[in-house]
């Protein structure tokens, strides 16, 4: 029974593509312990938990009552298992394996990009590190920073790109509103706090901007339904009142925005491998 377990906590471990050292410290183990278990030794039943939670499965799975959960539950396993701060952090890592996974380049994968996500930790020049994919079957877009990382993926669509971009017109009324300095400067005050209903007056008042001048941006804004307007009855009337709605869109283009003004770009995987233009 101790191979059999053995011989599934190496399977899990060499599929999650991290080494005997890694797994002994999630599990407060040395390598030399992680290797025992593997050629044969039985592991202590209190840490049966715990090794079941780090590799993704059941403990019905490591005595081999339970059939391979397959990819998909066991990552969802092993995120929902962890805090949210280490799921968001492991779920990046997961996207770079996803990354290299989908270049065939075998070099590039398992713990490298643990490692190299780690030694941004100890990054104190503020670089930037980017990543293109460019590919027939899709697009990968990646930013690695200290404090600043992100991961866009998109399968190429069965129709057109072209028809996620939209006209012309309608891209270039977009545009304008994010080109008024005014907005840019109302989006990031609205952004720098929890998103509860907030008043002209009190948005004049963070952004140094005159009455009139934050009624037009804000009748801007939610014309293109980036804020939701609501009226409150007070004491002195009803007056209106806003909350952003769609930041989830507007902040990455923001960031993006950033990102094409940086100064220090570094490529780090750059790949195209494209027969047919971006735009189909």
């Not at 011989?7 to 899990?12: A, D, N, Q, S, T």
């Not at 037009?216 to 952003?244: H, P, R, W």
Request: net charge negative.
């Amino acid at each position: 029974m101790s191979e059999n377990i053995g011989k599934r906590i190496r399977e899990l471990r060499l599929k999650k593509g991290i080494t005997q050292e890694e797994l002994g410290k999630e599990l407060g183990m040395t390598a030399q312990g992680i290797s025992k278990w593997e050629r044969g030794a039985t592991p202590d039943t209190l840490l049966l938990p715990k090794i079941a939670e780090v590799l993704g499965v059941s403990i019905d799975y490591l005595f081999g009552k339970e059939t391979d959960p397959g990819l998909d539950v066991a990552i969802v396993r092993e995120l929902s298992s962890m805090e949210e701060s280490e799921a968001f952090k492991r779920a990046f890592q997961l996207c770079w394996n996803i990354e290299m996974g989908v270049t065939g380049k075998n070099a590039m994968k398992n713990n490298f990009t643990s490692e190299i996500v780690e030694a941004l930790e100890e990054d104190e020049t503020g670089s930037d590190y980017f990543s293109r994919i460019i590919y027939d079957g899709g697009l990968v877009s990646a930013r690695l920073n200290k404090n600043a990382r992100y991961f866009f993926f998109m399968p190429e669509p069965e129709g057109s790109i072209s028809e996620y971009l939209g006209s012309t017109g309608e891209m270039t009324e977009i545009f304008s509103v994010l080109s008024d300095s005014r907005i840019l400067e109302i989006l990031k005050y609205l952004y720098s706090r929890k998103n509860i209903p907030v008043s002209i007056d009190l948005i004049s008042k963070h952004t140094n901007l005159n009455k009139n001048e934050t009624i037009d941006c804000m009748t801007k804004l939610t014309d293109k339904k980036f804020v939701n307007c609501s009226e409150i009855e007070t004491n002195q009337g009803i007056i209106k009142a806003y909350t952003y709605d769609r930041e989830l869109s507007v902040l990455p283009l923001l960031i993006y925005a950033k990102e094409l003004q940086s100064e220090k770009y570094f490529g780090f995987v750059m790949l195209t491998k494209r027969d047919k233009p971006l735009i189909n």
